[in-house]
């Protein structure tokens, strides 16, 4: 049975771009018969292990995501 659930909290995505070393991104084969890693893609990053990455595909994260704020300052107060 599927479940659906809700963030609780923000998430840090930065632009991936040609000049990232991708070693330590996870990326899933769907993502990757898509032609990803491509501009327009996101990368995550788990707060708690900044070696923990993955690659949010760019269609994926137009339909998902919304821009909240550049400055961690501000960020802290929405939380």
């Known amino acids: ?12 995505l930065t632009p991936w771009n040609p000049n990232i070393p ?9 993502d990757v018969d ?6 327009g893609d996101m990368l995550a990053c788990n707060p708690d292990d900044v070696c923990d990455w993955w690659l949010v595909e760019e269609q994926y994260f137009k339909d998902n995501y919304e821009w909240v704020s550049d ?9």
């Open 1 to 12: 049975m599927m479940a659906f659930y809700r963030k609780k909290a923000l998430q840090e």
């Open 22 to 30: 991708m070693d330590l991104v996870s990326i899933s084969a769907a």
């Open 34 to 39: 898509k032609g990803s890693p491509k501009l």
């Open 71 to 79: 400055y961690t300052s501000e960020v802290n107060d929405y939380e």
